[in-house]
């Protein structure tokens, strides 16, 4: 890093629990730290040693792939020790509560612990308990913020710029943490935020966050910069929230007719895994301005960043 | 239930006391006067502004130092662990968190470890409360077998056995036709049904009030209405029925008015608040504080006002602690998962004089909610100063300031959200049946 950009560099926190709270400042510095990130990851020696000899804990208590690879790709990159950790349900179950957990794991002496819960606030829950650095990975419906850094790094990298974008994020946004993150750090950037779905995928008072709510996709994608598609989750598809997937397809699903409502040089994004057919069309996933898979690349970068960043307040640095 | 009067201070107890120096304050004749009292026989004797400094001949004299003497407290809704989940409380510590609370008299809830809905366990609950408990115990028996709503418990015998009304606990009886003929059997015997009023459909899943703090921090909210709607059904059904019906614990404006009509129609219809819903609102759950996770849940400021007002008019007839006791193990839990339920008894009083100091509410119907109102609710003689009635009492001093400490409490689990609050108003006496069974400052006893 050079110096001018170490100066202007302003992360003062040991966590990353929330985006609800980041300044521009400290969401604009990560992203820097990020753009530099994805340089290294695209030369042959990705290797650096700014965590060596520290302990990386991939705490998951939900199933992932992507996040989890993501993360464990981001710390070995940055030279640290990584251990994956996937705690299912059964073993919950047998009676060891969350905070024995995070109680055991504080007895290794990680530097880091990487956590997804399927229950709002238990990073922050853990994070109480811990004497490491906590980055949350997605917690029930509340946050998950390094997606919503790397969907805004991608942003920037493809738009030059994120503020005075208008960016429609469409789907279930109820039970999405993905939508409440990129919320805030949209907002925060100074973007136009936009949510569209049906009623029933709408939380409650949710354009109190700062959003635009349409429940007609065609009125909410006129004249956007982004679309970013949310995933579906199997199990809300059949009769509680909505009456089939085929009618979500036809008002919810992106297709190439609703998709001309954008501006013609509006960007796709999604956060995977994609279910095609239902929240988008499989053309349009592999359409000329998709940008999913520099959101996966750029998911890396921006994890490497993020464990740079609460490493500069680990003791002994 | 007879009182329990056997823990008193061992044998020592004079047959006269008399209370000089106190502000006598009975909500139940509008009293408010410098004044005295006397107790013979754990029965008031006599009282008056008489008595203020005249003790009779032989009686122990306790100089109120012109504190508040009132009725003791009187809470309709109390959960134990007992029996089944000793470890959150006993009727033992329930009862001590009472005393020390100002409360003279306890309903407990059926929602135990098994389910009060029989006969054999109305009398245990009894017996251990007359062994162990140092103020007054009642039992609430379950309305359906099991709380589960499908069949209708022994209503009679359990009354006959003692059970002074009937409830479904934690929730509520779902389905119509049981609930009516509930209401319409328990009017044969003038059994009062008490119920909790939540859509169980509708608050399935939830774990706070829904709205905007909810969707903030990504809880699953459950909307006010579905309190409302239950309430707005039993009202029905009690216009069908002509059964006796106590909303338990409301916690909105909505549900409110919906009793305040049916009051005015002079159906057979009251209602109930938790001292939660008149102090806190949704905004102190702040970072995922389990303590703050209650049912119903806590809810927005303006649901607060409207219940303080719904009070102050007599619209609401009773506060209650819904002290409910959980440990650790359930509360230290990411929000969703953790228990339900706050303790409550200890921090009655003075919760409840943050309204009076407030501006929001005068001290005498503030009292009123909870001594001669759900006295008359439970057809109880006491929660009065009168002539007669039982020497149940309460002596506080309603501006003394203090500060929470849960570990000081005792109850034997310590899950309070007034922890750590700053309070104006203690008790300093509270006496049953004309025994002191606690004294601000006192070790406590057993």
């Not at chain 1, 954008?262 to 057919?277: E, S, T």
């Not at chain 2, 009894?126 to 009642?138: K, L, P, S, T, Y």
């Not at chain 2, 119903?296 to 209650?320: F, H, K, N, S, Y």
Request: charged share 25%; with cysteine.
């Amino acid at each position: 890093m050079t110096p001018a950009a170490h100066a202007s560099f302003h992360f003062p926190r040991r966590h990353l629990l929330t985006c609800e709270g980041l300044s521009a400042k400290e969401i604009n510095s990560l992203l820097d730290l990020a753009d530099k990130a994805a340089e290294v990851n695209r030369q042959v020696n990705k290797k650096r040693d700014i965590l060596r000899g520290r302990t990386l804990i991939n705490l998951f208590f939900e199933v992932s792939t992507r996040t989890q690879s993501s993360f464990e790709l981001a710390g070995k990159r940055m030279g640290a020790d990584v251990m994956n950790m996937n705690v299912s349900t059964s073993s919950v179950q047998k009676g060891e509560t969350l905070i024995d957990t995070a109680m055991t794991l504080n007895a290794m002496r990680p530097d880091i612990i990487v956590v997804r819960h399927h229950a709002a606030g238990a990073v922050e829950l853990l994070a109480q308990k811990v004497d490491c650095s906590v980055i949350n990975a997605g917690d029930g419906a509340h946050e998950h913020p390094t997606q919503a850094l790397l969907d805004a790094l991608t942003i920037r990298r493809a738009k030059g710029r994120v503020s005075g974008l208008t960016v429609a994020i469409c789907g279930d946004i109820l039970h999405s943490r993905v939508a409440r993150s990129n919320i805030h750090v949209l907002n925060t950037l100074g973007a136009n935020v936009r949510v569209v779905a049906p009623s029933t995928l709408l939380p409650s008072a949710v354009e109190r966050l700062g959003v635009e709510v349409y429940t007609d996709m065609w009125k909410g994608l006129e004249g956007c910069d982004i679309v970013m598609m949310l995933r579906l989750q199997r199990e809300r598809m059949q009769g509680a929230y909505l009456p089939s997937t085929r009618e979500y397809y036809h008002f919810f699903g992106l297709d190439h007719d609703k998709l001309e409502r954008a501006k013609p040089d509006a960007l796709i994004m999604h956060p995977g895994p994609m279910n095609r057919g239902v929240e988008i069309a499989s053309a349009i996933a592999d359409h000329s301005r998709s940008v999913i898979q520099d959101q996966v690349e750029m998911g890396v970068a921006v994890r490497m960043a993020v464990l740079e960043a609460v490493a500069r307040h680990l003791p002994n640095h | 239930m007879s009182p329990a009067r056997k823990t008193g201070v061992a044998g020592s107890d004079p047959e006269v006391t008399v209370f000089l120096n106190a502000r006598l304050i009975d909500p139940a004749s509008g009293r408010d006067e410098p004044g005295g009292l006397l107790v013979r026989d754990a029965i008031i004797a006599d009282l008056g502004g008489h008595l203020r400094r005249n003790a009779p001949e032989g009686a122990k004299v306790i100089d109120c130092q012109g504190h508040v003497l009132a009725p003791g407290l009187i809470d309709c809704q109390v959960f134990t662990g007992d029996p089944g989940q000793e470890h959150r409380e006993t009727l033992k510590t329930a009862s001590f968190a009472a005393a020390a609370g100002g409360v003279t008299t306890i309903v407990c809830m059926p929602d135990t470890e098994p389910v009060i809905d029989q006969v054999a366990l109305v009398d245990y609950v009894q017996r251990r409360a007359r062994e162990r408990a140092i103020v007054n115990v009642h039992i609430m028996a379950a309305l359906t077998r099991g709380l589960k709503g499908e069949e209708m418990a022994e209503i009679g015998l359990l009354q006959r056995a003692g059970a002074i009304a009937f409830s479904n606990g934690k929730s509520s009886v779902a389905n119509s036709r049981m609930m009516r003929n509930a209401l319409l059997y328990a009017k044969d015997f003038g059994a009062l049904v008490v119920h909790h009023t939540e859509d169980s459909f509708l608050s399935a899943g939830a774990a706070m009030n829904s709205g905007e703090v909810a969707t903030r921090i990504g809880l699953p909210g459950v909307h006010k209405a579905a309190e409302t709607i239950v309430v707005e059904r039993d009202v029905r059904l009690v216009e069908l029925t002509g059964g006796r019906y106590h909303a338990s614990t409301l916690s909105c404006a909505e549900s409110l008015a919906v009793i305040r009509q049916a009051k005015d129609r002079k159906l057979p219809v009251t209602c109930g608040v938790s001292i939660n819903h008149l102090t806190l609102n949704e905004n102190d759950i702040g970072p995922y504080r389990t303590f703050f996770k209650i049912r119903p849940p806590l809810r927005a400021e303006d649901d607060r006002v409207a219940m303080v007002r719904g009070l102050a008019a007599g619209d609401i007839d009773v506060i209650v602690s819904s002290h409910d006791p959980q440990d650790a193990d359930v509360k230290r839990r990411p929000f969703a998962e953790a228990a339900d339920g706050a303790i409550g008894l200890e921090t009655l009083l003075a919760a409840a004089l943050r309204l009076y100091h407030n501006g929001e509410i005068q001290l005498l119907p503030l009292l009123r909610a909870m001594t001669i109102n759900p006295a008359k609710l439970l057809g109880l003689p006491s929660g009065r100063l009168e002539k007669g009635a039982p020497a149940d009492l309460l002596l506080f001093d309603p501006d003394v300031p203090w500060v929470v400490d849960r570990e000081q409490l005792r109850s034997r689990s310590k899950n309070s959200p007034f922890d750590e609050s700053k309070m104006q108003g203690r008790v300093l006496r509270t006496i049953v049946a004309g025994t002191c069974v606690y004294q601000y400052g006192e070790p406590p006893r057993g």
